[in-house]
Nanobody
Framework: QMRLVESGGGLVLAGGSLRLSCAAS????????AAWFRQPPGKEREFVAA????????YYADSVKGRFSISRDSAWSTVYLQMNSLKPEDTATYFC????????????????????WGQGTQVTVSS
């Protein structure tokens, strides 16, 4: 079992930055994949970023590429999402996700492949 707890959300002005954290307990992200998803108000949850243990490959949604960065600590027990140049359209509840079986590369962005989820942290970007 894996328990995930996100932190770091808040209210920020457009152009500002936030760093989200996701602490895992029970098991780490080692030998698996860590991902961030978000759910804007009134919309479906969407992929934001992912980091694979195997090879350390990073994946990003086109909407955040170049602005957001995913990273982790040396134990693969905490993952971070550094969010820069924030825009009002980044406003959402951000969720951390883990998988008991790492999804194949082509399904890294598919939320159905993740079976561990945090409670979410709210990010609000005002213009």
């Amino acid at each position: 079992q894996m328990r995930l707890v996100e932190s770091g959300g808040g209210l920020v002005l457009a152009g500002g930055s936030l760093r989200l954290s996701c602490a895992a307990s029970g098991r780490s992200f080692r030998r698996s994949v860590a991902a961030w998803f978000r759910q804007p108000p009134g919309k479906e949850r969407e992929f934001v970023a992912a980091l694979r243990w195997m090879g350390g490959h990073e994946y990003y949604a086109d909407s955040v590429k170049g602005r957001f960065s995913i990273s982790r600590d040396s134990a693969w027990s905490t993952v971070y999402l550094q969010m820069n140049s924030l825009k009002p359209e980044d406003t959402a509840t951000y969720f951390c996700a883990g998988a008991s079986t790492p999804p194949i590369v082509g399904l890294t962005r598919d939320e159905k492949r993740y079976d561990y989820w945090g409670q979410g942290t709210q990010v609000t970007v005002s213009s």
